[in-house]
């Protein structure tokens, strides 16, 4: 039973027991999450006033040499996570290839890798939106004490031990799982703690929120193209709600306090979909069936899929139970119509 005012560092420690053949590293590694989120969320919170105040370590107000925030999100956390050595390996959104990490002395034996994506929806960030980092965590499965391969970053993301984000918004949360429910931390910036304000959160199965680019309708294939048709409809509880921030995280975390469905279909500029599977949907993916809900691609389940590259696009659909498994009737509809 959660209790009032529990830390997010009394939640992991009083939790620790759920993470088997675990030594603590796991913890460990949420506690160095924990931390980078503080950081990034530091400067996050300080981006509009680059202007004024002049950017860290710039000799001018007007910023040339300044950090994009990406960037200083990817070294903060890559840095942390590195400090703390738990992890054998980093991929991150900001790099093109993977990151070995050697550990303690040197031989390769921490036992995760994580992948990320620092600063999700960077774009926002000139207009004061709120932004998100995303992150996923797995055992590694070549052999301790050897360099750490491609192949323990493409595991299909079913395998994942951890996944969640960060939203730096009107208040700074950290949602995440360990496969045993979802559970949301409110940091509070005066003391610099997190508080376990969000319990065992659920998609509520229906919704009539609905979260999609619509400006790229003439490229969505067919049934997608009638799912949106049929949310506008005049019928029982639709019209639903259009509501679409451009920031994933932000999109999905209204969505499963609220309930709504997020969509991004492969579309004629992004084929494949826009969004990462491996360290966008497999975390969302994650959290989103441990809070009840459900992704697929509109045919295949988000964590059945055999990843084959560690940028690799996928399209999209996430939310609430009944929501998704509709949108999925009027795509593979369609397939079938086309065949
Ligand atoms: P578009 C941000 O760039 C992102 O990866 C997600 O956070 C967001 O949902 C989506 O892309 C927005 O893409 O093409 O609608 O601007």
Request: aromatic residues 10%; hydrophobic residues 35%.
């Amino acid at each position: 039973m959660p209790q009032k005012n529990q830390t997010l560092g009394e939640f992991i420690i009083e939790n620790q027991g759920e993470f088997k053949y675990s030594s603590g590293e796991l913890s460990r590694l949420i506690n160095s999450i924990r931390l980078a989120a503080k950081v990034v969320n530091h400067e996050v919170n300080k981006a509009g006033l680059v202007d004024i105040l002049g950017a860290a370590g710039d000799t001018n107000i007007q910023g040339e040499s300044q950090q994009k925030l990406d960037v200083y999100a990817n070294e903060a956390f890559i840095k942390t996570l590195t400090n703390r050595e738990i992890v054998c390996g980093i991929a991150s959104e900001e790099e093109d290839h993977y990151i070995t990490i050697k550990g303690r002395n040197q031989n390769h034996d921490n036992k995760y890798v994580v992948l990320i994506d620092p600063l999700d929806g960077s774009s926002n960030i000139d207009v004061n939106v709120s932004v998100g980092t995303i992150f996923s965590i797995y055992r590694r499965i070549t052999p301790s004490g050897t360099p750490v391969t491609l192949e323990d970053f493409l595991q299909p993301g079913s395998k994942q031990v951890a996944a969640g984000y960060i939203i730096y918004g009107t208040s700074t949360m950290i949602v995440y799982t360990t496969g045993h429910g979802v559970n949301g931390f409110t940091l509070n910036p005066a003391i610099g703690t997190y508080y376990h304000s969000h319990p065992n959160m659920k998609f509520p199965e229906d919704g009539t929120i609905y979260s999609v680019n619509e400006g790229n309708y003439v490229h969505f294939p067919q049934g997608v193209k009638d799912y949106i048709k049929f949310c506008q409809e005049e019928e029982g509880n639709r019209p639903y709600t259009s509501r679409y921030i451009g920031s994933l995280v932000s999109d999905i975390h209204r969505n499963m306090i609220k309930g709504g469905i997020y969509i991004y279909p492969n579309t004629a500029k992004n084929p494949e979909g826009k969004l990462r599977l491996l360290y966008e949907c497999n975390p969302v993916a994650f959290i989103a069936e441990q809070a009840g809900g459900l992704a697929s691609d509109g045919f295949q389940r988000i964590l059945d899929i055999e990843p084959t590259e560690l940028h690799q696009r996928v399209p999209f659909i996430c939310g609430s139970r009944n929501m998704v498994l509709k949108a999925e009737e009027f795509m593979q509809n369609a397939e079938s119509q086309k065949t």
